[in-house]
């Protein structure tokens, strides 16, 4: 039997920049994980997009393939999105595709793959209203959005409930 693959999807806010440590939890349950960052968190982990290749074995993908190329990446089992920012929740909910990280989210919407995301925002970003409609909107469409009581400005970020939200597609 083969492991079920995970798209973790990374987006830049700064949790991401402890995405290896993710990656790891995730692999140590069981999963076969495929990193798949925002562009500006591919440029902020830059230097450790090698190193995070090898974590996971596969590429680390951050745009679009080319027409005709073939995908690097295994079908996803289930997709978490972790950190994901106020951007990318908003965004995502209008099905906004203009990135590989949103374009593989709105996808698993359709495909109905299991998907979660564990966000992190500051305090004027939860407040807005936005958010709100744009968090109701994806629960709609059956995306578990894990919100903890401060709105995930946990320190340590709180990997660990990202991570138990997609558990049950292993």
Same mark, same amino acid.
């Given at each position: 039997?083969?492991?079920?693959?995970?798209?973790?999807?990374?987006?830049?806010?700064?949790? %991401?920049?402890?995405?290896? /440590?993710?990656? !790891?939890? @995730?692999?140590?349950?069981?999963?076969?994980?495929?990193?798949?960052?925002?562009?500006?968190?591919?440029?902020?982990? !830059?230097?450790?997009?090698?190193?995070? $290749? @090898?974590?996971?074995?596969?590429?680390?993908?951050?745009?679009?393939?080319?027409?005709? !190329?073939?995908?690097?990446?295994?079908? =996803?089992? @289930?997709?978490?999105? $972790?950190?994901?920012?106020?951007?990318?929740?908003?965004?995502?909910?209008?099905?906004? $595709?203009?990135?590989?990280?949103?374009?593989?989210?709105? !996808?698993?919407?359709?495909?109905? %793959?299991?998907? =979660? =995301?564990?966000?992190?925002?500051?305090?004027? &970003?939860?407040?807005?209203?936005?958010? /709100?409609?744009?968090? $109701?909107?994806?629960?709609?469409?059956?995306?578990?959005?894990?919100?903890?009581? /401060?709105?995930? &400005?946990?320190?340590?970020?709180?990997?660990?409930?990202?991570?138990?939200?997609?558990?049950?597609?292993?």
């Amino acid at each position: 039997m083969t492991q079920p693959v995970l798209y973790l999807v990374g987006c830049a806010t700064p949790p %991401v920049l402890e995405i290896a /440590d993710l990656v !790891e939890r @995730a692999k140590a349950r069981g999963w076969d994980v495929c990193l798949i960052l925002t562009p500006t968190a591919a440029v902020w982990l !830059e230097d450790q997009l090698p190193a995070l $290749a @090898a974590l996971t074995g596969h590429p680390v993908r951050f745009r679009y393939k080319r027409p005709g !190329e073939p995908d690097v990446l295994p079908p =996803a089992s @289930a997709i978490l999105v $972790a950190p994901a920012s106020f951007n990318t929740i908003n965004k995502w909910a209008a099905g906004i $595709a203009d990135t590989l990280a949103l374009g593989l989210i709105t !996808e698993g919407v359709g495909k109905s %793959v299991p998907l =979660a =995301a564990l966000p992190h925002l500051n305090s004027w &970003q939860a407040a807005h209203s936005a958010f /709100d409609r744009s968090v $109701a909107y994806l629960r709609g469409d059956g995306v578990d959005i894990v919100l903890g009581e /401060d709105r995930n &400005q946990s320190k340590p970020f709180p990997w660990g409930l990202g991570l138990d939200a997609v558990s049950g597609a292993a």
